[in-house]
């Protein structure tokens, strides 16, 4: 324990306020809020209702959530929930003394102007590339008025707007070096950015045995004796999968015993494209040497399960399934593009390759398949590399040292 953590611990008792979009058991920040909970934290979240959580308040472990309307999915949704979920933050303002917002492109004004009003400390995490610019809201959009000359003239002029009031926020987490960039770009004071990427259990995503990994195929009922090759993520356009496919159509006919595992499901998320892969794989005789899982909630068995991890991604704010991968020991074949910059080493902890290029990663999977002792060093190096740096105990170690400077800046209850 670091001298500034412990004097977090005997001088302030955290009362913290999370307010994101959506919250689950797979979601990293319910990692995270767990960790500052058993550390005695009291932690109070509110997000938004959903098909899967309809329910109004759940508790899980000792963190408290609060579920405001709608009770719905798809992006206009978090649009949807910002008043509900101010109306929430005042009504709670006794619970807390300092506002997380995570994905603070559309919930960052309401935490923000909630702070400011009721006395609070701030802290705005960016989830992804550009929220501060609104570029990435162009990058989702389809909708043609979206891109009209004065639809982007207003949209611009709202977001010096908008802007203006977050940067009145007393922290900011930046889980990339990207992502530090764009702060500093868009006028962020340099003391108030903190760089913070996702953690992990390193103990829930770990190596295991030989046989063990015989026994754990088995279980999955997947190929006992080929080298499977693996995807995890959600089954969306700008994840690169086309371009994977497009790889494997090479990498399946050159090699007899390989398979390819792709973890994930795409029909319920904006962008969704897995109806449009499985019909690729289909349509060219690759049924045999790829498997879809569907939505998976033990990605660690899968990983763990596999011998090589690949991620075409073409836009990235970090990666969090690259991290889970290297600390299962795999070696990575990943688009060195955003965030994953900041996690693969390349040559040692994996190989990073231009993005939308099929012919980049045929060649990247073809160099390591064909190599065992470099996967295994890759994957041994990978491993030490997500315990040194992307620990869930790290990073729980930077958000008490984020939460403890706004704490004293703001001169917060203690």
């Not at 990427?197 to 390193?202: A, E, M, N, S, V």
């Not at 020991?329 to 190989?351: H, Y």
């Not at 740096?389 to 800046?409: E, H």
Request: charged share 20%; net charge positive; glycine share 8%.
């Amino acid at each position: 324990m670091t001298s500034m953590e412990k004097d977090f611990t005997d001088v302030h008792k955290l009362r913290l306020c999370l307010l994101i979009p959506l919250f689950y058991t797979a979601n990293n920040h319910h990692l995270q809020t767990q960790r500052l909970a058993d550390r005695g934290a009291n932690v109070l979240v509110v997000a938004r209702k959903s098909p899967s959580h309809p329910q109004r308040s759940e508790a899980y472990g000792t963190v408290n959530i609060t579920r405001v309307a709608p009770c719905m999915s798809g992006r206009i949704a978090n649009y949807a929930m910002m008043l509900p979920a101010f109306v929430e933050l005042l009504r709670r303002r006794h619970s807390y003394d300092l506002i997380w917002v995570v994905k603070f492109s559309t919930l960052g004004i309401v935490g923000t102007l909630a702070a400011r009003i009721l006395g609070k400390g701030c802290v705005l995490e960016a989830e992804c590339n550009d929220e501060m610019s609104g570029e990435h809201f162009f990058h989702l959009n389809e909708w043609r008025l979206c891109h009209t000359r004065l639809f982007r003239s207003i949209f611009n002029a709202g977001m010096v707007v908008r802007n203006w009031l977050l940067r009145q926020a007393d922290c900011f987490m930046a889980i990339s070096r990207e992502i530090e960039r764009e702060f500093l770009d868009s006028g962020v004071p340099k003391d108030r950015i903190c760089y913070k990427p996702c953690g992990i259990d390193t103990d829930r995503f770990a190596p295991i045995s030989g046989k063990q990994k015989q026994l754990l195929r088995q279980k999955l009922s997947l190929p006992t004796n080929d080298l499977i090759v693996c995807y995890c993520g959600r089954l969306v356009h700008n994840k690169g999968l086309e371009c994977l496919l497009q790889a494997w159509k090479d990498i399946s006919h050159e090699h007899g015993d390989v398979h390819l595992l792709i973890v994930g499901s795409g029909n319920n998320w904006f962008g969704g494209i897995e109806d449009a892969l499985k019909a690729f794989v289909k349509s060219e005789g690759l049924t045999t040497t790829t498997t879809f899982t569907g939505y998976a909630d033990n990605v660690e068995e899968y990983l763990s399960a596999s011998d090589i991890f690949v991620y075409p991604s073409e836009n990235e704010a970090l990666g969090v399934a690259i991290i889970e991968a290297m600390a299962c020991g795999l070696p990575v074949v990943a688009s060195g593009v955003g965030g994953i910059r900041d996690l693969v080493v390349p040559g040692e902890t994996g190989i990073l390759t231009e993005p939308r290029r099929a012919d980049h990663i045929t060649e990247a999977l073809r160099s390591v398949i064909v190599n065992p002792d470099r996967r295994r060093e890759m994957g041994v190096k990978g491993r030490h590399h997500a315990k040194a740096y992307f620990s869930i105990d790290r990073i729980n170690s930077l958000n008490v040292q984020a939460f403890t400077a706004v704490y004293r800046s703001k001169a917060l209850p203690s």
